[in-house]
């Protein structure tokens, strides 16, 4: 499975973003996938998760303001982002093949078995 994202850039606050994330290779449908963010100096995080059945995950941070999705016709995943910060400047990278059904565990990047090769997002005026 292969992924490639797409859609990041540079963005002031409060405005938005649509990441993509295209996979091939591979069915995401068959997968739990989700998002990650790394910022300079900081480990990286858990943004949110869709699983096979549906179920959505967002960190607190970002809950209210980021919409993920999944077009299986398109073998992609999205993430919308709303209302952005500057907090919110970090390299976003897609993730599949994610733990699942055991608390945060979607949030651990040890537990990920695939990761695209990331995007950079910058939130400043």
């Known amino acids: 499975l292969q992924l490639v994202e797409s859609g990041g850039g540079l963005v002031q606050p409060g405005g938005s973003l649509r990441l993509s994330c295209a996979a091939s290779?591979?069915?995401?449908?068959?997968?739990?996938i989700g998002w990650f963010r790394q910022a300079p100096g900081k480990e990286r995080e858990g943004v949110s998760c869709?699983?096979?059945?549906?179920?959505?995950y967002y960190a607190d941070s970002v809950k209210g303001r980021f919409t993920i999705s999944r077009d299986n016709a398109k073998n992609t995943v999205y993430l919308q982002m709303n209302s952005l910060k500057p907090d919110d400047t970090a390299v976003y990278f897609c993730?599949?093949?994610?733990?699942?059904?055991?608390?945060?565990?979607?949030?651990?990047?040890?537990?990920?078995?695939?990761w695209g090769q990331g995007t950079q997002v910058t939130v400043s005026s």
């Open positions: 993730a599949a093949d994610l733990l699942v059904g055991y608390g945060n565990s979607w949030s651990v990047p040890g537990y990920v078995a695939y």
């Open positions: 290779g591979d069915a995401l449908e068959d997968y739990a």
């Open positions: 869709i699983t096979i059945d549906g179920s959505i």
